[in-house]
Nanobody, 121 residues
């Protein structure tokens, strides 16, 4: 069984910062790409950023230059540093971990429950 747990959300004023964490635990052989998504109120879930095991990153245009994704492979943890936050960043943020449970097994993707980020104006 694989578990994905996000933390670090909260209420922050516009211009402020938050750091989200995503811990993947359980039956893990390797963790492949890890994605951060967000779902604003009454909108669809959207990709924010992702990072490969080798550290290659990708960002949606709306967060480039403000958000930084990183990972600590030894801790099975991925971070999303969010700076210069805007009210339009308000959303529930979800982590999606792509995991291989054992050698030779196919990869599967696992969602966390999300963490709420609210940015006041």
């Amino acid at each position: 069984q694989v578990r994905v747990v996000e933390s670090g959300g909260g209420l922050v004023q516009g211009g402020g910062s938050l750091r989200l964490s995503c811990v993947v635990s359980g039956s893990i052989f390797s963790i492949n790409t890890v994605h951060w998504y967000r779902q604003p109120p009454r909108k669809q879930r959207e990709l924010v950023a992702n990072i490969t095991p080798e550290g290659r990153t990708r960002y949606v245009d709306a967060v480039k230059g403000r958000f930084t994704i990183s990972r600590d492979n030894a801790k099975n943890t991925t971070y999303l540093q969010m700076d210069s936050l805007k009210p339009e960043d308000t959303a529930r943020y979800y982590c999606l971990g792509v995991v291989v449970a054992s050698p030779g097994a196919k990869e599967n993707a696992y969602w966390g429950q999300g963490t709420q980020v609210t940015v006041s104006s």
